[in-house]
């Protein structure tokens, strides 16, 4: 590879870290490590992880998955098609490798997707500047955002997927073949139902920054039109499809600007101060969330945010992720955790890498340290992300993948498997929060506290963030050693596999 770096490194092993391809496998073995090695560890959840697995299995066998895993999260106790509380085709797709994968299979092709959207951002940034020493930085950029870690600290989501497809949507699309930027937009579009609004604000920003370009502009709006007509369709027509009759969306929770998605458009649209208000304030109230929004943003800017001053289409481009993010009725999705950030990684890199070969094409040693800068600025953002959540589940080591307490078991997995096998494949079963994405491969699984019907009730009471309190557990000891009830199985520190005989209806309390 020749290399156009204005500061030449002489070392012959450093040369590897400017290699794309190593960079990608660099970071594929930091994201394994923190992915895998949390299910492993058995960090993974029901939700939501529980959840995909088991519709991964359902689809697997050619049908639909009525989610059991969800049953308690609102009103009523129905079963429900998943596809009715999320557009998302992902799972289908990936179904049968888990044959070969098992429990792992979401997490390989999320950690998969993320390397992939790198190797996108090099291709993207290639192509806008054909400046290799930029690509490459942009790479380390994008791969150490915190959006990234944050997500994949926390179990599978599908709009992980999909946004790390928006690297290779721009790179079609800036590099003019259109179709194969559509079948790109196509595969984001299906990823989850947000993410065609999010392609038709991607869409107009590519019409509003490119308007010289008659054909960049033309597409752009194309793009935004397909993006917006998509999302409506698909919120209207075909989750309501899925829904059990008198259901409704469960995330319309915008409820500052109205009960469903119309009226928060709408209101959105005629109130724009109190738009911008609600980017800033903790409108619900909540204790500890005065300061969460600005705290975001701040990151943001940190991260490369400060680009999108110097090229305004890009911030277009993340409006309905600020939206979403910021006006939403949980303050969990105000900050930088879980998979609530993970769209602005690549928009990010892309504005502070444009506006970087703008400014210094024609100034190698400035290139050199604004590109330098970009990423240590986001490297001590990552970190301090990543270190200032000690309150979240085991105390951080799910986020903290360079710390002793990510590799510690949180509780005896040898005991914990053991009493695993004992549960036939095809059993019914309830479970512990962490344990239900190990056992999601089944026809019936439900979390603890619900599907008291089981046939196999297996829970954990210490060292878990999601706590069963001490006389739930002494009660079911007392209950289940009635041998006309069920018959304890397994019970050893704290862990505790029961064979469940009476199998009533409903939920344990």
């Given at each position: 590879?020749?290399?156009?770096?204005?500061?030449?490194?002489?070392?012959?092993a450093?040369?590897?870290?400017k290699?794309?391809?190593?960079?990608?496998?660099?970071?594929?073995?930091?994201?394994?490590?923190?992915?895998?090695?949390?299910?492993?560890?058995?960090?993974?959840?029901?939700?939501d992880?529980?959840?995909?697995?088991n519709?991964?299995?359902?689809?697997?066998?050619?049908?639909?998955?009525?989610?059991?895993?969800?049953?308690?999260?609102?009103?009523?106790?129905?079963?429900?098609?998943?596809?009715?509380?999320?557009f998302?085709?992902?799972?289908i797709?990936?179904?049968?490798?888990?044959?070969?994968?098992?429990?792992?299979?979401?997490?390989?092709?999320?950690?998969?997707?993320?390397?992939?959207?790198?190797?996108?951002?090099?291709?993207?940034?290639?192509?806008?500047?054909?400046?290799?020493?930029?690509?490459?930085?942009?790479?380390?950029?994008?791969?150490?955002?915190?959006?990234?870690?944050?997500?994949?600290?926390?179990?599978?989501?599908?709009?992980?997927?999909?946004?790390?497809?928006i690297?290779?949507?721009?790179y079609?699309?800036?590099?003019?073949?259109?179709?194969?930027?559509?079948?790109?937009?196509?595969?984001?579009?299906?990823?989850k139902?947000?993410?065609?609004?999010?392609?038709?604000?991607?869409?107009?920003?590519?019409?509003?920054?490119?308007f010289?370009d008659?054909?960049?502009?033309?597409?752009?709006?194309?793009f935004?039109?397909?993006?917006?007509?998509?999302?409506?369709?698909?919120?209207?027509?075909i989750?309501?499809?899925?829904?059990?009759?008198?259901?409704d969306?469960?995330?319309?929770?915008?409820?500052?600007?109205?009960?469903?998605?119309?009226?928060?458009m709408?209101?959105?649209?005629?109130?724009?101060?109190?738009?911008?208000?609600?980017?800033?304030v903790?409108?619900?109230?909540?204790?500890d969330?005065?300061?969460?929004?600005?705290?975001?943003?701040?990151?943001?800017?940190?991260?490369?945010?400060?680009?999108?001053?110097?090229?305004?289409?890009?911030l277009?481009?993340?409006?309905?992720?600020?939206?979403?993010?910021?006006?939403?009725?949980?303050?969990?999705?105000?900050?930088?955790?879980?998979?609530?950030?993970?769209?602005?990684?690549p928009?990010?890199?892309?504005?502070?890498?444009?506006?970087?070969?703008?400014?210094?094409?024609?100034?190698?040693?400035?290139?050199?340290?604004?590109?330098i800068?970009?990423?240590?600025?986001?490297?001590?953002?990552?970190?301090?992300?990543?270190?200032?959540?000690?309150?979240w589940?085991?105390e951080g080591?799910t986020?903290?993948?360079?710390?002793?307490?990510h590799?510690?078991?949180?509780?005896?997995?040898?005991?914990?498997?053991?009493?695993?096998?004992?549960?036939?494949?095809?059993?019914?079963?309830?479970?512990h929060?962490?344990?239900?994405?190990?056992?999601?491969?089944?026809?019936?699984?439900?979390?603890?506290p619900?599907?008291?019907g089981?046939?196999?009730?297996?829970?954990?009471?210490?060292?878990?963030?999601?706590?069963?309190?001490?006389?739930?557990?002494?009660?079911?000891?007392?209950?289940?050693?009635?041998?006309?009830?069920?018959?304890i199985?397994f019970?050893k520190?704290?862990?505790?596999?029961?064979?469940?005989?009476?199998?009533?209806?409903?939920?344990?309390?």
């Amino acid at each position: 590879m020749k290399l156009s770096d204005p500061i030449r490194i002489q070392h012959p092993a450093l040369r590897y870290f400017k290699n794309p391809w190593f960079i990608a496998g660099l970071f594929a073995i930091i994201y394994i490590l923190q992915s895998l090695v949390n299910h492993f560890m058995f960090r993974s959840a029901a939700y939501d992880l529980g959840i995909f697995n088991n519709a991964l299995y359902d689809y697997a066998h050619f049908r639909p998955n009525i989610s059991m895993v969800r049953i308690g999260s609102g009103p009523g106790l129905f079963p429900k098609n998943l596809l009715s509380d999320h557009f998302e085709l992902y799972p289908i797709f990936f179904s049968p490798f888990y044959y070969i994968f098992g429990s792992y299979t979401l997490l390989i092709f999320q950690v998969a997707a993320v390397v992939m959207g790198g190797v996108g951002i090099y291709k993207l940034i290639m192509v806008r500047t054909k400046d290799d020493f930029l690509a490459r930085a942009a790479m380390w950029h994008f791969y150490l955002m915190w959006g990234i870690f944050t997500a994949l600290a926390f179990d599978y989501h599908n709009n992980v997927v999909a946004a790390m497809a928006i690297p290779w949507f721009f790179y079609f699309f800036f590099d003019r073949k259109f179709i194969k930027a559509g079948l790109v937009f196509l595969f984001i579009a299906v990823g989850k139902e947000n993410m065609p609004l999010l392609m038709s604000a991607i869409g107009a920003g590519l019409a509003i920054g490119n308007f010289r370009d008659k054909q960049f502009m033309k597409m752009g709006a194309l793009f935004c039109a397909l993006g917006f007509i998509s999302f409506v369709l698909i919120l209207k027509v075909i989750i309501p499809f899925f829904a059990n009759p008198g259901d409704d969306y469960a995330y319309n929770t915008f409820h500052t600007f109205g009960n469903n998605m119309a009226e928060v458009m709408q209101n959105i649209v005629l109130h724009p101060l109190l738009a911008i208000k609600m980017l800033f304030v903790n409108h619900l109230g909540v204790k500890d969330g005065n300061h969460v929004k600005i705290i975001t943003h701040i990151v943001i800017l940190l991260s490369g945010g400060w680009a999108l001053i110097f090229r305004p289409q890009y911030l277009v481009m993340l409006i309905p992720i600020y939206f979403q993010k910021m006006f939403y009725d949980e303050p969990g999705r105000w900050g930088c955790y879980y998979q609530y950030s993970i769209e602005f990684a690549p928009i990010l890199v892309l504005a502070s890498f444009t506006v970087i070969y703008y400014y210094f094409k024609d100034k190698p040693k400035w290139k050199t340290i604004a590109s330098i800068a970009t990423i240590a600025a986001t490297v001590c953002t990552t970190i301090c992300v990543l270190n200032s959540r000690h309150a979240w589940a085991y105390e951080g080591a799910t986020l903290r993948f360079y710390s002793k307490k990510h590799y510690i078991e949180p509780f005896n997995l040898k005991d914990v498997k053991e009493a695993m096998r004992m549960i036939p494949d095809n059993a019914s079963v309830t479970a512990h929060c962490e344990f239900v994405p190990h056992l999601a491969f089944r026809d019936t699984i439900y979390q603890f506290p619900y599907g008291k019907g089981s046939e196999y009730i297996f829970l954990i009471q210490k060292n878990t963030p999601y706590k069963i309190k001490a006389p739930v557990m002494d009660s079911l000891r007392k209950e289940y050693s009635n041998p006309q009830k069920g018959k304890i199985l397994f019970d050893k520190d704290s862990i505790i596999l029961i064979r469940n005989y009476a199998r009533h209806p409903g939920a344990f309390y």
